[in-house]
């Protein structure tokens, strides 16, 4: 088979989105996944939500965060020229909720930390959360209100983003990735499950968890983050816009989508890839989002779940050189992959056309663990 200039390892949203970036720029582009999207992009709630998300310590990605946030409307714009299916952003903000005295004192040194930073967030009492979101519980002391945290629905934007990405040109092999091909110590293409190949100039690595233990590749620090997530339907007109919520000091997260459609998640779990999804794991979802949005109870439970997030050891994706020539990096996204969408597409594609790092990836580049790049 003739060589592409570009093989990309992985067709979930990350591997998409570079993918259809460089094919916009004129490279030859195969991608190579066995099930496109039926990994952590078919879990992911799709909070792109960079201030409520935000973490002690990691204003870093909070920066890369707020700018892919803001290429959002412009890059869902596009897919819809592209393709004709307009993917809806849902703008109703989100609201993080205290439920008692000690969720409160963790949202006031929250809430301090972002004046710090400079980040838009209001405060609300009680009743003022009840007027926003009326189906919350009266039991809720009070929330903080991130008017710019979005959501939008994966399972919608990856269709879209396949279709925009075949239409610029961009070739997909359903094959599952079976590890790298080197020669003389650079990276030369992808081996496939079944003996095939493809051949490349270049190969991005856009496996998400599994970008860790591909054979053949340099070590990178990328391990899987179990999240057990749960699908409810008959949810319309329940909540406006997603509510982020500490119950006695747990964390849950309830997203509306589409018509009726309701998203709790997650939880956070480090067991390797362990896909059971347990009695506790839904019973503490469920528990938690009923404690907040009494209604929760009449609702259908329609799917539980279980992936992994792609986890490094600073929670902030690598982005760029992987110390082995001709092998670039898209991965370890970790909460962020949905959010990190457009900006990982355009910054990971502009390196593979240029082969200069764009200033925004800089900071994460995989030499801050102390290995690589060359
Ligand atoms: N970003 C939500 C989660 O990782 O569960």
Not at 183 to 212: F, I, Y
Request: aromatic share 2%; hydrophobic share 45%.
């Amino acid at each position: 088979m003739t060589p592409v200039d570009l093989a990309v390892a992985g067709g979930g949203l990350i591997g998409l989105s570079v993918a259809w970036r460089a094919a916009q720029r004129g490279l030859s582009v195969t991608v190579v996944d066995d099930a496109p999207g039926s990994g952590a992009s078919r879990a992911a709630a799709g909070m792109l939500a960079p201030v409520s998300e935000a973490g002690y310590g990691e204003e870093a990605l909070l920066r890369l965060c707020l700018a892919s946030l803001e290429r959002y409307p412009a890059f869902l714009d596009e897919l819809a020229d592209a393709t004709g299916v307009r993917v809806p952003l849902r703008t109703a903000g989100t609201l993080v909720v205290g439920f008692d005295d000690d969720d409160m004192r963790v949202l006031a040194d929250l809430q301090r930390f972002h004046v710090e930073l400079g980040l838009e967030v209001h405060r609300l009492l009680g009743r003022e959360v009840r007027r926003r979101e009326p189906a919350l519980s009266p039991r809720v002391r009070g929330a903080l209100h991130v008017a710019g945290d979005l959501s939008v629905d994966p399972r919608e934007l990856h269709p879209v983003l396949l279709a925009a990405a075949e239409g610029a040109g961009v070739r997909l092999v359903r094959s599952r990735v079976a590890g790298l091909l080197t020669e003389d110590g650079r990276a030369c293409g992808l081996a496939l499950d079944g003996g095939g190949e493809v051949r490349a100039s270049t190969v991005v690595l856009a496996l998400g968890p599994r970008s860790g233990g591909l054979a053949g590749t340099p070590p990178i620090p990328v391990r899987p983050v179990k999240g057990q997530i749960l699908r409810l339907r008959g949810a319309a007109g329940l909540l406006e816009g997603t509510v982020r919520a500490l119950v006695r000091g747990r964390s849950v997260y309830l997203v509306p989508q589409g018509d009726d459609g309701l998203v709790v998640g997650a939880t956070v779990e480090e067991r390797g890839f362990d896909a059971t999804v347990t009695a506790g794991g839904v019973h503490d979802l469920l528990h938690d989002a009923i404690e907040l949005v009494p209604g929760v109870t009449e609702l259908e439970l329609a799917e539980t779940l279980t992936r992994w997030r792609p986890g490094t050891p600073d929670n902030a994706p690598v982005l760029g050189a992987s110390g082995m020539p001709g092998l670039v990096l898209a991965t370890g996204h970790h909460r962020n992959g949905v959010l990190l969408t457009p900006l990982t597409g355009e910054l990971v594609a502009e390196l593979v056309v240029s082969g200069e790092p764009p200033a925004l990836a800089a900071p994460f580049a995989l030499d801050r663990f102390g290995r690589g790049p060359t």
